[in-house]
Structures are given as structure tokens and as C-alpha cells.
């Protein structure tokens, strides 16, 4: 989702993470924001289970960010 949010505005998608959190703290600081206090959740799942509760913190992030970006999420 990060991607289609920084290819809507700089046409353009990222190359790698670094990259990626690097447009968004300059472009999409909210979003930044969000991201850099999840992203560590998200390499966790690599090699960890995941509690409920952080699966729904992050759930809840993306369909917020969602929303605020006008991105279709298909509920399926």
C-alpha cells in the first residue's frame, strides 16, 4: 500500500525498504510515523507468531491509512 501511495504522487515506486521509508518520512511524514513504529512487527513475522493484539494494531493502521488515502480495500 505504501508503494501505490508514493506512486500516486511521485509516479515513481521505491527500490527497497530503505528507500521506501525514506520518501515516506519526507513525503508522507503521518504515515511514516505509523510505519516506523509497526515495521519491527512486520520483520518479526519472518521468524515469530504474532499475539492477536499487534495483528489488530496493525490491521487497524492499514485500514485508517487506507481510508485516509481513498484505497479501496476489498474485505474478502
Known amino acids: 500500500m505504501a ?3 508514493i506512486f ?3 509516479r515513481m515506486t521505491p527500490k527497497d ?3 521506501r521509508f525514506r520518501m515516506l518520512e519526507k513525503d508522507f511524514p503521518d ?3 505509523v510505519l516506523d513504529k509497526t515495521f ?3 520483520r ?3 521468524s515469530l507468531n504474532i499475539d ?3 495483528c489488530e494494531e496493525v490491521k487497524q493502521h492499514v485500514i485508517r491509512i487506507a481510508k485516509e488515502q481513498e484505497i ?3 474485505s474478502k
Do not use: G, S, V
Open 31 to 33: 504515515i511514516y510515523t
Open 8 to 10: 500516486r504522487k511521485k
Open 40 to 42: 519491527q512487527i512486520y
Open 3 to 5: 508503494d501505490l501511495i
Open 52 to 54: 492477536k493484539k499487534k
Open 17 to 19: 525498504h530503505t528507500e
Open 72 to 74: 479501496h480495500l476489498d
Open 44 to 46: 518479526d513475522t519472518y
